[in-house]
């Protein structure tokens, strides 16, 4: 059999649960195994995994902040002080060519262009 993506499937730690989503399967743990969810000792946060966990207690309770070298802005995650770099200091515009719509977001404009001005769209004839 052949497969035009080969996805490594994730796999439920306590029973034969397989999933090639990761959203499935912490929903599976909390529907099936309530009890072996990771549970903060400090709030009623609980995590699907023992690194979830630490990386919310990090976030959370110790105060890890990234901090933008060119602002005051600070970010929980790594991913969020990139998008914040992004879209405030690398000025990087991204301009409608049917209206003055811009965006430093190529999805965004993309977006636009298909809901504003059917751009991307197959018309039926």
Same mark, same amino acid.
Not at 48 to 58: E, G, I, P, R, T
Not at 75 to 91: E, G, N, V
Not at 102 to 109: D, G, I, M, N, R
């Given at each position: 059999?052949?497969?035009?993506?080969?996805?490594?499937?994730?796999?439920?730690?306590? /029973?034969?649960?397989?999933?090639?989503?990761?959203?499935?399967?912490?929903?599976? $743990?909390?529907? &099936?195994?309530?009890?072996? =969810?990771?549970?903060?000792?400090?709030?009623? %946060? $609980?995590?699907?995994?023992?690194?979830? =966990?630490?990386? %919310?207690?990090?976030?959370? %309770? &110790?105060?890890?902040?990234?901090?933008? &070298?060119?602002?005051?802005?600070?970010?929980?995650?790594?991913?969020?002080?990139?998008?914040?770099?992004?879209?405030?200091?690398?000025?990087?515009?991204?301009? /409608?060519?049917? /209206?003055?719509? $811009?965006?430093?977001?190529?999805?965004?404009?993309?977006?636009?262009?298909?809901?504003?001005?059917?751009?991307?769209?197959?018309?039926?004839?």
């Amino acid at each position: 059999k052949r497969t035009i993506h080969k996805k490594l499937p994730f796999q439920c730690s306590h /029973c034969e649960f397989k999933t090639t989503v990761k959203q499935a399967l912490f929903n599976h $743990k909390i529907d &099936d195994h309530k009890e072996v =969810l990771f549970s903060c000792l400090q709030c009623d %946060h $609980k995590a699907s995994s023992a690194q979830n =966990l630490k990386s %919310h207690k990090l976030n959370v %309770h &110790d105060g890890l902040r990234y901090a933008c &070298d060119q602002c005051e802005y600070q970010a929980t995650q790594a991913s969020s002080l990139k998008q914040h770099i992004r879209s405030k200091h690398d000025c990087i515009e991204h301009f /409608c060519n049917n /209206c003055e719509y $811009k965006t430093v977001w190529p999805k965004a404009l993309k977006e636009h262009q298909r809901r504003f001005h059917s751009v991307g769209q197959f018309v039926e004839s």
